[in-house]
C-alpha cells in the first residue's frame, strides 16, 4: 500500500526567503506526482505535476524535483511572500484510473 | 482551464438527516469523478469514483448504502450522505480528469458537513 509523508508538518518562515518542501513516498512504481495548494476550508489548485520519467518541473517561483528510485521529491518556493501561506499538499498517482494518494501536507505561513 | 464546481460549501445539518452534495464540470465532460473525505488536520482520503451511467466504485471501508453517488449526466455528480451523524462532519471534496489528455485533477472547492 502507497503511503505518502511530508516533512515539516509545519513550517514559518519570514518573507523573502526560499525554502524547500518534502516529500515522500514508500512505492517508487508511480504514474506521476502532482504538488498542490490548499487554502483554509477551500479546494486544492495544482501547482506541478511530474511524470515519472521526469525529474523536475517549474512554474514561476515553485521547482518541483523527483527522484523516484529514492521514493522523494522537493518542493522548492523561491523568495517567499504571504501569499504563498497555505497547505501544501504532494500526491503520488499510481496509475490507476487517476487514483491520487496524498500526503498530510505541509502548512506554510510566510511572515512579514 | 477546467473549472469544477462544487456546492454547497458549507452545510450544518442535524442528526439523522441527510445531505446532497453536488459536484459539476462547468467546461468540460467528466465521465469519470473523484470524492475524497479529509478530517481536520488529516490528508485527502479517496472515498469513491463516481461513473457515468455507471456504479460508483468504493474504496475499502466506505459504505456505499451511507455515502449514495450518482453520475447521471456527463457534468453532475452527487454524493448524498444518508442519515448523517456527528462522525460523519468532514470536509467533503471532489475532483475531475479534464480528459484532454492533461493528468492533472481539477478540484471542487469542497464542502465544509457539520453535523449536530
Known amino acids: 500500500k502507497q503511503e505518502v509523508t511530508q516533512i515539516p508538518a509545519a513550517l514559518s518562515v519570514p518573507e523573502g526567503e526560499n525554502l524547500v518542501l518534502n516529500c515522500s513516498f514508500t512505492?517508487?512504481?508511480?504514474?506521476?506526482l502532482q504538488w498542490f495548494r490548499q487554502d483554509p476550508g477551500k479546494g486544492l489548485t495544482s501547482l506541478l505535476l511530474?511524470?515519472?520519467?521526469?525529474r523536475e518541473q517549474t512554474s514561476g517561483r515553485l521547482n518541483a524535483s523527483l527522484d523516484k528510485s529514492s521514493g522523494r521529491s522537493t518542493l522548492y518556493i523561491a523568495a517567499s511572500q504571504p501569499g504563498d501561506s497555505a497547505t501544501y499538499l504532494c500526491?503520488?498517482?499510481?496509475?490507476?484510473?487517476?487514483?491520487?494518494?496524498f500526503g498530510t501536507g505541509t502548512r506554510l505561513q510566510v511572515t512579514l | 482551464g477546467a473549472v469544477v464546481s462544487q456546492h454547497p460549501s458549507r452545510v450544518i445539518c442535524k442528526s439523522g438527516t441527510s445531505v446532497k452534495i453536488e459536484c459539476r464540470s462547468l467546461?468540460?465532460?467528466?465521465?469519470?469523478m473523484f470524492w475524497y473525505r479529509q478530517f481536520p488536520k488529516q490528508s485527502l482520503m479517496l472515498m469513491a469514483t463516481?461513473?457515468?451511467?455507471?456504479?460508483?466504485?468504493?474504496e475499502q471501508g466506505v459504505e456505499k448504502d451511507k455515502f449514495l453517488i450518482n453520475h447521471a449526466s456527463l457534468t453532475l455528480s452527487t454524493l448524498t450522505v444518508t442519515s448523517a451523524h456527528p462522525e460523519d462532519s468532514s470536509f467533503y471534496i471532489c475532483?475531475?480528469?479534464?480528459?484532454?489528455?492533461?493528468?492533472?485533477?481539477?478540484f471542487g472547492s469542497g464542502t465544509q458537513l457539520s453535523v449536530l
Open positions: 475532483s475531475a480528469p479534464p480528459g484532454t489528455g492533461d493528468e492533472k485533477l481539477f
Open positions: 512505492d517508487s512504481a508511480i504514474y506521476n
Open positions: 467546461d468540460f465532460q467528466a465521465t469519470t
Open positions: 463516481s461513473n457515468e451511467g455507471s456504479k460508483a466504485t468504493y
Open positions: 511530474i511524470q515519472s520519467s521526469q
Open positions: 500526491a503520488v498517482d499510481t496509475g490507476t484510473a487517476s487514483k491520487l494518494t
